[in-house]
């Protein structure tokens, strides 16, 4: 059974960036996919991105590209989400979650939430 | 990118009834859909995955429908504990997307 624990709660200027961590227990970390979805207050669900840490490479919504970074450490079983100009509308909770085939949104991390304000 | 249109937004049910839910794709993702039920403050959980497959421990009155473009989650015999918010998610082609969501209130 994997477990995600992701980074506490952060509170940011506009402008700035957040770097986000997810870090996995149990399974084998590089073996399976790592999505980002986040949660404006009220709103739906939202992918962000993914990435595959044994190949490193990492896929992206449009609408964040240019905004987001998704990398992956392997020796310490670790995924970050970096999300850099933030602006208002980026106040949201973060989640990670195990993505790959039959496990998509399997598993989820607690969550973290990201204000954004001045 | 691939659209989910997620159908209804939000509707009103009471104990007992059964409901379904329906999530339609802007093109063909075979069977990479999952329904997930969050509530209030919490994580969602996965309920189906496969489009048809129940996740384990999720209870039986929960099953899921279809392929291609069209998919359905039924609920048979709702219970006070299905009150709750519904997203499908298709992850057949990136950008992966969710439905807008159903917001499964008591009438």
């Known amino acids: 059974q994997v477990q995600l624990v992701q980074s506490g709660a ?18 084998t970390f590089s073996s399976y996919t790592i999505s980002w979805v986040r949660q404006a207050p009220g709103q739906g669900l939202e992918w962000m991105g993914g990435i595959i840490p044994i190949f490193g490479a990492a896929n992206y919504a449009q609408k964040f590209q240019g905004r987001v970074t998704i990398t992956a450490d392997e020796s310490t079983s670790t995924a970050y989400m970096e999300l850099s100009s933030l602006r208002s509308e980026d106040t949201a909770v973060y989640y990670c979650a195990r993505d790959g085939g039959a496990a998509a949104g399997s598993g989820w991390g607690q969550g973290t939430l990201v204000t954004v304000s001045s | 990118d691939i ?7 939000a509707m009103s049910a009471s104990v007992g009834d059964r409901v379904t839910i329906t999530c339609r794709a802007s093109q063909g993702i075979s069977n ?3 329904w997930f039920q969050q509530k209030p403050g919490k994580v969602p959980k996965r309920l189906i995955y496969a489009a048809s497959s129940l996740q384990s421990g999720v209870p039986s009155r929960f099953s899921g429908s279809g ?10 015999g709702l219970q006070p504990e299905d009150f709750a918010t519904y997203y499908c998610l298709q992850h057949n082609f990136y950008p992966y997307t969710f439905g807008q969501g159903t917001k499964l209130e008591i009438k």
């Open chain 1, 10 to 27: 952060e509170v940011k200027k506009p402008g700035s960036s957040v770097k986000v961590s997810c870090k996995a227990s149990g399974g």
């Open chain 2, 3 to 9: 659209q989910m249109t997620q159908s209804p937004s």
């Open chain 2, 32 to 34: 990479y859909l999952a």
């Open chain 2, 67 to 76: 392929s291609g473009t069209e998919f359905t989650l039924t609920i048979s």
